[in-house]
């Protein structure tokens, strides 16, 4: 099989353009994932059982369901009730619903994990609750999670491909409009692989230094 890559030089700012809005999805996606996630960890982890069976419900039917169907109900479903959403914030609404339903059980394991000592030793120096919770526990939780948060940016990253079935213009979008206009079907699909591997790798590098770098502390 004989495999050409002559239309790379032509078309290479497609690709590049791709992957730069594959990464702002998946850095708005986990950002967003982050922050709600940490909240509905500390809503799973409450003592009052609305708010934890809350919790609890939406971790289960977003992490039960496919991806592709959330992205397809946030951009079609929802203008039923009238919210007609831009395709790129329909799929960072979409990107951060779903990590944040992940990162949630991350958080609620790394909080877990945390000796509760350090909890009781806080408050008998007169922190409350709320307080040892953001200045102890979760300090040292996010630490341990970092390997846990890096490995969900770059499923993210990976999973953003979905949101092409919007219209928004990422790395698998572009490759598929490259291939309509060199009726190349093969080529530019590999191309998109390899930026996709690109990125997943460097990230993961990164995390991994920054992983070591902290361990040192």
């Known amino acids: 099989m004989n495999l050409d890559f002559s239309f790379f030089g032509e078309y290479s700012s497609y690709f590049l353009d791709g992957a730069w809005m594959t990464l702002k999805l998946s850095v708005f996606g986990v950002l967003f994932g982050t922050l709600f996630g940490i909240l509905f960890a500390l809503m799973r982890l409450s003592r009052i059982w609305i708010v934890k069976f809350i919790a609890s419900a939406y971790i289960e039917i977003i992490r039960g369901t496919p991806m592709l169907v959330q992205i397809l109900i946030i951009h079609y479903g929802l203008t039923n009730f009238g919210i007609n959403l831009p395709a790129f914030m329909s799929g960072v609404v979409a990107l951060t619903i779903n990590s944040a339903a992940y990162m949630a059980e991350v958080f609620r394991a790394g909080i877990q994990a945390i000796d509760k000592g350090?909890?009781?030793?806080?408050?008998?120096?007169?922190?409350?609750?709320?307080?040892?919770?953001?200045?102890?526990?979760?300090?040292?939780?996010?630490?341990?999670?970092?390997?846990a948060i890096g490995n969900e940016l770059i499923v993210i990253i990976k999973d953003s491909s979905l949101v092409s079935v919007i219209g928004i213009a990422e790395l698998l979008y572009n490759s598929r409009a490259v291939q309509s206009v060199t009726y190349l079907p093969m080529e530019p699909l590999l191309v998109a692989a390899a930026v996709y591997f690109v990125m997943t790798f460097t990230l993961s590098q990164l995390l991994n230094l920054l992983e070591r770098r902290l361990g040192k502390r």
């Open 118 to 147: 350090q909890t009781e030793a806080a408050r008998s120096l007169g922190m409350s609750r709320g307080m040892a919770m953001r200045l102890i526990v979760l300090p040292q939780a996010f630490r341990n999670m970092l390997p």
